[in-house]
């Protein structure tokens, strides 16, 4: 709703000046009127200006924010509801999805990307009554991700901080997801697997986890 009344504050002192201005013109002798008529002109677009800044700021201030819901994992992939959109999940068909998660971290106290949007296509489903047991869904680390799947010790050891991302990976397995490490990244990063987080299985190498899973029907998203 338009706040009419912050409209009529906002205008007031701009419509003073302007009705001075007017009566000042009227008092001024002629020799004047060319500065006058300056004068009114500006103080017309200042009224006129600040106006159309107030009513689009009330506009905008108007406008809803969206509701995002977390119907499954809660805090982490927020959606939107969109039941009038196309490609709406069938809650009757298994879905088989491997998630392909390599993005790093702006900062190390940041939950992770690739992770969140785990926990987003799970919310998608879940959004449109899919049941959990007809979501299939397969996560990867590997590449700038790697050091999402540590354990809290070693991830401060190495960050100064605890991991963000223990607390969205515990729920991604309680949603039913499976969520992997490679191997191979692991080495190459430096870290034991022994460092692992207990919630988050070391497989041989990422490319094995996706060509495993596409081979058993498993779409991918990257």
Excluded at 10 to 19: C, E, R, S, T, V
Excluded at 47 to 76: D, H, M, N
């Amino acid at each position: 709703m338009i706040d009419y009344t912050n409209i009529f504050r906002a205008a007031i002192g701009p419509l003073i000046a302007l009705l001075l201005t007017l009566l000042s013109y009227r008092l001024m002798n002629r020799t004047q009127e060319a500065k006058m008529k300056r004068n009114l002109r500006l103080a017309c677009y200042r009224l006129s200006l600040c106006f159309l800044l107030t009513v689009a700021g009330a506009v905008s201030a108007a406008e809803p924010e969206p509701e995002w819901q977390y119907p499954a994992i809660r805090e982490y992939g927020k959606v939107l509801p969109l039941p009038d959109s196309a490609l709406q999940p069938d809650p009757h068909r298994e879905a088989r999805i491997v998630v392909n998660v390599t993005k790093p971290i702006a900062s190390a106290e940041e939950v992770n990307p690739g992770l969140d949007r785990v926990a987003r296509l799970v919310n998608l489903f879940a959004l449109s009554k899919v049941p959990r047991e007809k979501m299939k869904i397969v996560a990867v680390m590997h590449g700038g991700a790697t050091a999402a799947s540590l354990d809290n010790s070693h991830y401060r050891e190495k960050y100064q901080r605890d991991n963000p991302n223990i607390k969205l990976i515990e729920a991604l397995k309680r949603a039913g997801v499976l969520v992997y490490v490679c191997g191979q990244a692991l080495a190459h990063n430096g870290f034991s697997q022994s460092w692992v987080n207990h919630d988050v299985t070391v497989a041989l190498s990422a490319m094995m986890v996706l060509a495993h899973y596409q081979s058993e029907g498993y779409a991918l998203v990257e």
